[in-house]
């Protein structure tokens, strides 16, 4: 398709700058799987657009005419159609054996282009700590041979909020569980935090924490979320408010079979509107490991003993929650 913009002043500049917007939306609306700019250049008179949609990278280049006139310029773009990109492979389930055993869905939070929050000098980011926490979670849940486990990420791959949250729902999975590791302006701030839904924040933090990574679904402008409204009806709301209470009564299991091992904050369940949590029939929660921005709780985040920890307290208040809902059936 092609683009095209007239203006006047410094119309070559601006078209430049126009186009190369034009070309990243545009680019990055087509793309099956999300798209990230990893580069822009001005070579020979062609301004070419490097990005990296996490199967190959490509470049997409256009030529900027100059200025008829004097006054007005005059830039056409043309966006060649995309390649198509590699599919994610689905999940692997595994555990133990038999689709009547519980399905746990582990959610490594960030990814690819959405590094998460960095580490005290920079060396380390949030979405390598999730992914081996989450890694360290679904082995201790494997070796105990009561449920079944997939992790909606195995690699350093973007996932949109949406797409997180609804693989678990295609695999209909009984417990969602992301992964994440906070971060705070006061170095000070240490220990472990859980979330559930709720639409009204508990406080001032949790309100915080739903806007910057609800807003992990925008890139450059460009929202990859394609959110579209839940269902209004009446039994789609009574499901979501049982899902919540359940939610919110597996956050303090979680809490009490962690505890031992993992130091909490004083709060340690807060209530937020995150995007990731919004599935109405799958009980979800997020745990916030430790925080990115302390020393010592980085140091720990990346420490397998701690990682370990972590996800035997996991192991522990998920059988101990299936234990308790098979009883009451």
């Not at 009806?233 to 979501?240: E, N, T, Y």
Request: glycine letters at 8%.
């Amino acid at each position: 398709m092609d683009f095209r913009w007239t203006g006047g002043g410094h119309g070559r500049q601006a078209g430049r700058m126009l186009a190369t917007l034009l070309v990243a939306a545009g680019l990055l609306a087509s793309q099956p799987a999300p798209a990230a700019i990893t580069g822009l250049q001005v070579v020979n008179g062609e301004v070419q657009l490097h990005f990296d949609d996490a199967a190959r990278l490509r470049t997409a280049a256009f030529r900027a005419r100059p200025p008829s006139g004097g006054e007005r310029a005059s830039v056409r773009v043309p966006i060649e159609p995309p390649l198509p990109a590699e599919a994610a492979p689905p999940p692997v389930v595994s555990g133990a054996r038999g689709r009547n055993r519980p399905l746990v869905v582990i959610d490594a939070g960030h990814g690819g282009h959405d590094p998460g929050a960095p580490g005290v000098d920079g060396r380390h980011r949030e979405k390598e700590a999730t992914l081996q926490i989450a890694r360290a979670i679904r082995d201790e849940l494997k070796s105990s041979g009561r449920v079944r486990v997939a992790l909606t990420r195995d690699d350093d791959r973007f996932l949109i909020l949406g797409e997180r949250r609804e693989i678990a729902r295609r695999l209909k999975a009984d417990l969602f569980i992301s992964i994440h590791a906070d971060s705070a302006p006061n170095p000070a701030a240490r220990g472990a935090t859980i979330y559930t839904l709720s639409e009204v924040a508990s406080d001032r933090v949790a309100a915080q924490l739903a806007a910057r990574e609800n807003r992990a679904d925008i890139l450059n402008g460009v929202n990859l979320g394609g959110e579209t409204s839940e269902v209004s009806s009446i039994l789609l709301d009574l499901a979501q408010r049982e899902t919540m209470n359940v939610s919110a009564a597996f956050a303090a299991l979680l809490q009490r079979e962690m505890s031992p091992t993992v130091p909490f904050r004083t709060e340690f369940h807060r209530f937020a509107g995150l995007v990731v949590l919004k599935a109405p029939d799958v009980p979800s929660v997020l745990l916030e490991t430790g925080y990115m921005s302390n020393t010592e709780d980085e140091k720990k985040l990346f420490s397998r003993d701690y990682q370990r920890d972590i996800a035997i307290g996991v192991r522990r208040a998920v059988e101990t929650h299936f234990a308790r809902r098979m009883a009451r059936n």
